[in-house]
């Protein structure tokens, strides 16, 4: 692959996160931008410098010179529109979680290796160059008996939902919630160093447009507990703690940009971070531009299938618990 010419689905705080710094990174682009809104669309382009603005999405997924899709709707939207980009012959890339429904995830990635596309699930915790250096301590720690992850972020959306409003975020129609939109980072983490747990339950504070505002996951994995922490209703301070027999592994600001790595022992301490860049975005799109330019079907394949397995599980957890999305039973 040469370049990535890239048509961007939604106009919100994500999207000007990931086109920041698709601005400052090599060999990717934005060609052009969707909104339903016209005046929005226009807006973002030119204050990314670019003059193709679509609101029809037909329009914009017949486009010959885009050639990857960046879905960042709202995450009832990504099936749909990723299904639509693929069958348009597009690459996709897709926010995180990918799609509400695991059966959904596997129809999307068969689709795109049946048309030897790529589908890159866009969860920044892949790309960073901790998650590595958190595998390769963990064989230093001994047996893990304990996992104590905690993600809380107070959003402004919830003062709007207070007030009346049902934002997105927290709307059965939208697949909305803190499991799919917080706690979903603290269950990658887990996912991507331990597998999948044997078992998972859902502790959920759910409000009244029936999804949860904050809410805690146990995992049970065959040798040790998991407890997964995360709120959009609260705030605190946001860690990882991996217990094992020997040691701990300490992960300052928490499963979401992993952004330093402390290991205890008893032979002493130790700290490590080898993301000098801190917005995570940057390394994200840096290391994904790379990857597909080298055309690494593979690694994007292991990640595709992590996601999958994280959204698997949110999804027996929230169904188990109550928590159903619009057009589900
Ligand atoms: N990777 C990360 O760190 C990260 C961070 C934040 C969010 N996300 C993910 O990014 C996605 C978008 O999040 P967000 O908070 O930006 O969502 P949002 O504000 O609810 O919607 C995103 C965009 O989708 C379009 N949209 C909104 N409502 C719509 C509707 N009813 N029908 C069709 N399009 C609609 C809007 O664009 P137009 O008005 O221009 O059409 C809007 O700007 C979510 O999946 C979220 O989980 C990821």
């Given at each position: 692959m040469k370049q990535i010419k890239l048509g961007t689905i939604g106009s919100g705080v994500i999207v000007r996160a990931i086109l920041d710094n698709v601005n400052v990174t090599e060999g990717i682009y934005l060609e052009a931008v969707y909104s339903r809104s016209e005046e929005k669309g226009r807006e973002l382009a030119k204050t990314y410098g670019v003059g193709k603005i679509y609101t029809d999405l037909e329009e914009f997924l017949s486009d010959k010179e885009?050639?990857?899709v960046y879905v960042a709707s709202p995450n009832n939207l990504?099936?749909?529109?990723?299904?639509?980009?693929?069958?348009?012959g597009k690459n996709v890339i897709c926010e995180k979680p990918l799609c509400p429904q695991k059966k959904q995830v596997e129809e999307l990635a068969a689709l795109a290796k049946e048309?030897?596309?790529?589908?890159v699930d866009a969860t920044p915790t892949a790309f960073l160059p901790n998650l590595q250096k958190i595998r390769e301590w963990l064989s230093q720690i001994g047996r893990v008996r304990l996992v104590m992850s905690s993600y809380s972020q107070y959003s402004s959306r919830y003062d709007k939902l207070l007030a009346g409003e049902i934002p997105n975020v927290f709307s059965p129609d939208f697949a909305g919630g803190c499991l799919q939109d917080i706690n979903y980072y603290n269950l990658y983490l887990n996912v991507a160093l331990f597998g999948c747990p044997k078992s998972a339950v859902y502790y959920p504070n759910i409000c009244r447009t029936g999804v949860d505002t904050s809410g805690i996951a146990i995992l049970q994995y065959p040798d040790f507990v998991s407890e997964c922490a995360a709120a959009k209703d609260t705030w605190g301070v946001n860690t990882?703690?991996?217990?094992?027999?020997?040691?701990?592994?300490y992960i300052e600001g928490g499963a979401n940009g992993l952004a330093d790595v402390r290991l205890v022992t008893r032979e002493g301490e130790q700290s490590c971070n080898l993301q000098e860049e801190p917005d995570r975005w940057r390394i994200e799109i840096q290391n994904m531009t790379r990857m597909l330019l080298e055309e690494a079907h593979e690694a994007f394949e292991r990640q595709l299938s992590t996601a999958s397995d994280v959204i698997g599980i949110m999804e027996t957890m929230r169904k188990d618990a109550g928590i159903l999305f619009t057009g589900e039973t």
């Open positions: 885009i050639n990857f990504h099936y749909e529109q990723t299904k639509k980009a693929l069958l348009h048309k030897n596309l790529f589908l990882v703690q991996i217990q094992g027999e020997m040691g701990y592994l």
